[in-house]
């Protein structure tokens, strides 16, 4: 599995999701312009000291994680589409891409994917989405459940 995220701006949630990459042994991919610097005290703060344990990798954008990554099939979690993730069949080799905190993945990207979006559903209409840690935990942990948790 891998973990990408696209165009992260909240320091503290890119540093828990560091941590859980770390603790599932999946990969970490950044894509993108951050809305932090990487060296930022609360990035390495949520990340405690685990940052040594994370596989890092940067990407400048899309097409450079894709072409990194030719064996993987992309996923793109949304709230914007129907498709639950708990009824979706991931592989070993699956890359979650989720998108900023504050607007999620583009349209553009959305829509030239559609077959390959995923939602995690919510009771409250009147929540807009979930907290993008909260958010790649959730779908991670149901990845790595349906492989077996191979390795863990």
């Known amino acids: 599995m891998h973990v990408a995220l696209f ?9 828990n999701i560091a941590r859980l990459c ?21 990035l390495k703060r949520a990340g405690l ?7 890092l990798h940067r990407h400048v954008d ?17 709230t914007k589409s129907k498709r639950r993730y708990t009824e979706f069949s991931f592989d070993c080799d699956d890359c ?10 583009p349209e553009t990207v959305l829509a030239a994917n559609k077959d390959n979006c995923l939602t995690i559903p919510m009771l409250n209409s ?4 979930l907290n993008l840690a909260n958010s790649v935990g959730i779908v991670l ?4 459940r349906q492989q077996g948790f191979n390795g863990l």
């Open 7 to 15: 165009e992260p701006e909240i320091p503290p949630n890119t540093g």
């Open 22 to 42: 770390a603790a599932t042994a999946t990969p970490l991919h950044i894509v993108g312009v951050t809305g932090f610097r990487m060296d930022d005290r609360t």
């Open 49 to 55: 000291d685990y940052w040594n344990e994370v596989e």
């Open 62 to 78: 899309l097409d450079a994680l894709y072409a990194a990554l030719p064996e993987s099939r992309f996923l793109y979690m949304t």
């Open 96 to 105: 979650l891409i989720f998108g900023p905190e504050t607007r999620g993945l």
């Open 126 to 129: 009147k929540i807009r989405s």
């Open 141 to 144: 942990y149901e990845a790595l």
